[in-house]
């Protein structure tokens, strides 16, 4: 009988999935909604940012189903999905589970002021036009944009940065170095989790620098190019930096917002949201 009634429960989870798409991995998925016990697996992991972040990758992993029994481990998962993938993966877990994001909120219109409530559902949310495919002929992991700054210094002709998306592995390893109040203070500053350094050393692969007889010394490692960008980059080339890579990565950034037109006015806005900064808030208390 009791079996009978837990297969019954089962099927809650069936009801609830979704079908959703990883686009830079290209890959269709089916994502679950989150249990209870997700949720303890992930507050007990708040002792640190790089522990929450690799939980919250392995319950997100848990609630993956791939087509025609494809079966990928969590390595491989980790190492062949973008940072990308997940936002759009956790959004679909966040709507299956939750499927309300902000109930009965206040939105003002930034332009009469006139305020109104409404519901924000997750579904809301999805801007389907506001991200593509990768349609690169590399695989992004395999893909770098090379921004090439020109030092015509003594003894540096020039540096070359060679920007990419990160893997969901690498944006573990770039929080296991951040602690939590590192965290809570980048909050505090800019509304996101990680530091302009952080930011950067996560989407950088590597650093080349070329002297004036063009030698080259490269810089890999993930903790050195974060100290080479916190400790020796100036803001005038992380500028220039974080510009090219958003120009060229810019497509494949998915906007999460909800759209609107005023009936005050007349005039469209669109409320943002940061899915990930709100989820770190929620359970980090920044």
Same mark, same amino acid.
């Given at each position: 009988m009791l079996g009978s009634a837990f297969e019954k429960l089962s099927l809650l989870n069936k009801i609830r999935q979704r079908e959703i798409v990883a686009p830079i991995a290209k890959k269709?998925?089916?994502?679950?909604?989150?249990?209870?016990?997700d949720d303890l697996a992930l507050k007990t992991s708040i002792t640190s940012p790089g522990l929450y972040e690799e939980q919250l990758s392995q319950v997100i992993y848990s609630k993956l189903t791939f087509p025609n029994n494809e079966k990928i481990s969590y390595d491989e998962f980790i190492s062949?999905?973008?940072d990308i993938d997940k936002l759009i993966i956790l959004w679909g877990i966040l709507d299956?589970?939750?499927? &309300?994001?902000?109930?009965?909120?206040?939105?003002?219109? +930034?332009?009469? @002021?006139?305020?109104?409530?409404?519901?924000i559902k997750y579904e809301d949310l999805i801007d389907e036009d506001s991200f593509k495919v990768w349609d690169k002929e590399l695989?992004?992991?395999?893909?770098?944009?090379?921004?090439?700054?020109?030092?015509?210094?003594?003894? &540096?002709?020039?540096?070359?940065?060679?920007?990419?998306? +990160?893997t969901? @592995?690498?944006?573990?390893?770039?929080?296991?170095?951040?602690?939590i109040d590192e965290l809570k203070l980048n909050y505090?500053?800019?509304?996101?989790m990680t530091s302009m350094a952080g930011t950067l050393a996560g989407l950088t692969r590597e650093i080349v620098i070329v002297d004036n007889n063009n030698n080259e010394e490269r810089i890999s490692n993930l903790q050195e190019i974060y100290i080479a960008y916190?400790?020796?980059i100036s803001h005038a080339f992380t500028d220039k930096i974080n510009d090219d890579y958003i120009k060229e990565f810019a497509d494949y950034f998915p906007k999460f917002r909800k759209k609107y037109n005023c009936s005050g006015c007349g005039a469209d806005f669109d409320i943002p949201v940061n899915i990930e900064v709100n989820l770190y808030s929620k359970f980090f208390r920044v």
């Open positions: 269709q998925l089916i994502v679950s909604p989150l249990l209870v016990s062949s999905f973008s299956s589970t939750y499927e &309300i994001y902000a109930a009965d909120t206040t939105i003002t219109c +930034p332009k009469c @002021k006139l305020q109104f409530k409404d519901t695989p992004f992991t395999e893909y770098a944009y090379p921004v090439q700054i020109d030092i015509n210094s003594d003894s &540096i002709k020039h540096i070359i940065f060679n920007v990419c998306l +990160p969901i @592995k690498r944006k573990i390893s770039l929080y296991r170095m951040i602690g505090e500053k800019t509304g996101e916190n400790s020796y």
